[in-house]
């Protein structure tokens, strides 16, 4: 069975896993494991990289829906 928990206070985080510790239960810290597609990672990159050349265009947001 797996157990999400979210919203956890720093200080309980000590207090959690020394629970889990002392029950045999595995933690496993999934919030620093985010890997993202590299393609999207390049594509952002290049659409910055753009922006700081002074490329692209700029829209009114009154034109948006037009």
């Given at each position: 069975?797996?157990?999400l928990?979210?919203?956890?206070?720093q200080?309980?985080?000590?207090?959690?896993?020394?629970?889990?510790?002392?029950?045999?239960?595995?933690?496993?810290?999934?919030?620093?494991?985010v890997?993202y597609?590299?393609?999207?990672?390049?594509?952002?990159?290049?659409?910055d990289?753009d922006?700081k050349?002074?490329k692209g265009?700029?829209?009114?947001?009154?034109?948006?829906?037009?």
């Amino acid at each position: 069975m797996d157990l999400l928990l979210k919203n956890v206070q720093q200080e309980h985080i000590k207090l959690i896993a020394e629970l889990a510790k002392t029950l045999h239960i595995d933690i496993e810290d999934k919030s620093a494991k985010v890997e993202y597609d590299p393609e999207f990672v390049k594509k952002i990159m290049k659409g910055d990289d753009d922006k700081k050349k002074g490329k692209g265009i700029k829209v009114n947001i009154e034109d948006l829906w037009k």
